[in-house]
């Protein structure tokens, strides 16, 4: 660990003294035992006036969840990064999990550009974070962390763990020209009043601080240099059942194509219950936070199941509608170009590239995106035995 912890210290001294002259200080600390607590934990899913992206759940269970994620996509769509930063036992989250003897952990999941992928688990003793006003830091015992601003416009993702082969950083800056925070809940901009729900399906939680960053990468794995820029996206979600009981499936993604940029979420409950969330920018203007049920996922062309299910082959690609009072809506076309990650039967992440805009004809293409496809079983009973790691990484697909 070399600068991380010399730069914290200068800015909680500040923040404290800041913190200090205002009647209500928007600044909490948070330290995370990876031993989890025996009794109910405390689960937050109504924003408050701060801490936007702070922990969402106190006294962490065996059975409830916390987690944040950050992701960045080559502009060129030849390169991804995701980091993920965990607090929950693989009881709290969904069968596959491995289990790493500690419920704060990290995972880095790389894509270089001939293909090759790198995937590293970082179990850790504990966790700290620090929430100031929305934004904030964090550091995953010494191996790594982040440092967000208090508006959340600016993201730092650090990998400090030469044992690994890793070491390096990501930047995001929001490219939301709003000078309030840029990210949104299920249903609207962060920006609104307290009192938002930020449950996309009951005991689910999600909200999304970074929508779309310009981003880049600097990593060095076992001496090779990756570094590009791109697509950045930061967002968090949390749980007060086992992730695995509360979700049937979802489509997540977001993109970036022509002056807009989109994210969308379709949650499917276990009763088939469907729940949208979908967001869009222009030129970082806001035009759409909402989970208005005339959006939608669905999948497209060969092997187009829906809704999806553990046994269905993955859809060739996806069309995104998204409601706005503006151009009578949007529709965009996702087309897959490589999958990122691969767990056979529950998720499928992939880089790809988007056509679409306006309904009015107002269109763009080659867009870029990275998303997601996650099924759970169909027997949803929360699983008590934990086997060996089953974290499969096909081989490099070309799709
Ligand atoms: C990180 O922490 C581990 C465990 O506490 C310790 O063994 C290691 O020396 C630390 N590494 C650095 C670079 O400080
Ligand atoms: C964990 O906390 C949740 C929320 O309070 C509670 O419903 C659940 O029973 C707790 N789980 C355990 C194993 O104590
Ligand atoms: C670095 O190389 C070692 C040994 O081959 C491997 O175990 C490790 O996963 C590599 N690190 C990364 C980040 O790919
Ligand atoms: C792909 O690139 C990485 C990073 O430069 C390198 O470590 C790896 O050996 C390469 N793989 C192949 C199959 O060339
Ligand atoms: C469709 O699913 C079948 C059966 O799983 C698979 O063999 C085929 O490759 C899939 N096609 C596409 C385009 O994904
Ligand atoms: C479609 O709607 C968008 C957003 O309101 C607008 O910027 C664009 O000019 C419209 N295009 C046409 C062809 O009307
Ligand atoms: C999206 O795909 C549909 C069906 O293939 C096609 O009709 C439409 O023109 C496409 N839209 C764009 C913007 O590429």
């Known amino acids: 660990m070399r600068s991380h912890s010399l730069l914290l210290l ?6 404290a003294l800041a913190a200090k002259a205002l009647a209500s200080p928007p600044v909490s600390v948070d330290v995370i035992p990876g031993q989890t607590s025996q009794g ?9 006036q701060h801490g936007f992206d702070g922990p969402k759940v106190k006294s962490l269970n065996s059975t409830t969840s916390d987690w944040w994620y950050f992701d960045v996509v080559s502009s060129n769509l030849d390169a991804s990064v995701v980091i993920a930063f965990f607090s929950a036992e693989s009881t709290g989250l969904w069968e596959g999990i491995p289990d790493l003897g500690t419920a704060t952990w990290a995972y880095t999941i790389i894509t270089f ?9 970082f179990p850790v003793d504990q966790m700290t974070v620090v929430t100031v006003e929305n934004g904030g830091y964090a550091t995953m015992g010494n191996q790594t962390g982040w440092a967000g601003t208090p508006d959340m416009s600016e993201y730092w993702v650090w990998v400090d763990a030469p044992d690994a082969g890793i070491e390096g950083n990501l930047v995001l800056k ?4 709003s000078k309030v925070a840029a990210g949104h809940s299920p249903c609207a901009p962060a920006s609104s009043p307290p009192g938002q729900s930020f449950e996309l399906g009951p ?7 970074v929508p779309d960053a310009d981003a880049r990468v600097d990593l060095t794995i076992n001496g090779s240099r990756l570094k590009f820029s791109g697509s950045g996206y930061h ?3 949390w749980g007060s059942r086992p992730i695995e009981t509360v979700v049937g499936s979802w489509y997540w993604g977001h993109a970036r194509v022509g002056p807009l940029s989109i994210v969308w979420f379709d949650f499917i409950a276990p009763d088939g219950t ?3 969330s979908s967001y869009v920018s222009s030129d970082g203007t806001l035009i759409s936070s909402t989970c208005d049920l005339a959006g939608s996922v669905r999948p497209t062309g060969v092997n187009a199941t829906f809704p999806p299910n553990s046994q269905s082959a993955p859809a060739s690609g ?3 509608i998204i409601p706005s009072q503006d151009g009578g809506g949007l529709t965009f076309n996702i087309t897959h170009k490589e999958v990122i990650y691969d767990s056979p039967g529950q998720a499928v992440r992939w880089i790809g590239s988007v056509s679409g805009g306006f309904n009015n004809g107002t269109v763009w293409d080659s867009g870029i995106a990275l998303y997601e496809q996650f099924t759970f079983p169909e027997n949803r009973e929360a699983h008590t035995v934990r086997g060996a790691s089953c974290i499969y990484i096909r081989e490099r697909v070309k799709v």
């Not at 200068?10 to 923040?15: A, I, Q």
């Not at 550009?113 to 688990?121: D, E, L, Y």
Request: with cysteine; proline share 9%; net charge negative.
């Open 10 to 15: 200068p800015v909680l001294t500040v923040c």
């Open 40 to 48: 109910p934990s405390t689960v937050q899913f109504v924003s408050e």
């Open 113 to 121: 550009p001939n293909g090759t992928q790198s995937v590293i688990f």
């Open 174 to 177: 929001s490219v939301s020209d």
């Open 203 to 209: 005991d689910f939680g999600w909200n999304n601080a």
């Open 235 to 237: 967002d968090k979600n």
């Open 274 to 276: 469907e729940k949208p």
């Open 318 to 320: 996806f069309r995104v």
